[in-house]
């Protein structure tokens, strides 16, 4: 059985791995910090790792991004897409009304993660202006601190997941201001991945290191790409933490490292003296409703 290190129980990273691995068996080893996720598999406890890197609403995840680069050596072996859909839940009888319907207006305190919190702004104003907003380490710690703190006004967004886990009511579903909110998370590990189930596309993350003060660099490297007709999903420029001005630029391309194509961008783009560290060449899958 596979061993796989995550997030704490009841987050989105959780759903999206029983998402990923179902109908398979595996050992989940949870933890609540992200340094502890990604050193788990580097040091042998756990086969992979579960790396959220990318959110419609916030856009990249630089720290998890930067751990990839700069902290630790193991590839991506496969993305997947997975909604992050957020709910109000509580232990609903403490905000009941006169007519036993739940009035947000009671509600002293809202806990969850410091990036779901911005993410149901719209609904927090409308609904409970009053509430006190307090951001804790995950969705499923909220729901944690929540379910220890009874009768004392408190509620928490956070999964489905974590309202089953820790016995509370889902008092409100779906409060993120955005419908259209996904993930997309990575599994990284030393051992391929095979799943019984058949990818929407291959993907190559790269790492392109230009020389110092080579002008017009991006250009350059990005023509390699153009001139073969090679799709370029993403590309995002992260300091080297070498020396201020200076830059990495990762590179997704919508191709497997495998095809023809591919090798021959890689071999002209270091003939112009730039490094290129392949990340992970990978398969992609997306989350569909059923």
Known sequence: MKRVALLPEGTVSHEA?????????????????????????DRGDSNY???????????????HMDWLIHEVDIPMQCEWVYPSIQNLIGDQSEFLNDRDEIDFTRIQKIMSHPVAIPQCLQFIRTYAPQAELESVGSTAEAAEIVKKNPGKGWAAIATRLAAQKHGLDLMAERVTDHDNNYTRFVLIGREPIRLDREADHMKTSILVTPPEDFAGALHQVLSAFAWRKLNLSRIESRPTKKRLGNYHFYIDVLESVDSALLPAAFAEIEALGCQVRVLGSYPCYIYKEE
């Open 17 to 41: 791995l029983d998402f990923l691995f179902r109908g398979e068996s595996y050992k989940g080893i949870h933890y609540k910090l992200i340094s502890d996720v990604f050193r788990s598999t």
């Open 49 to 63: 790792s579960v790396i959220p890197v990318e959110n419609t609403i916030d856009g990249s995840v630089s720290l």
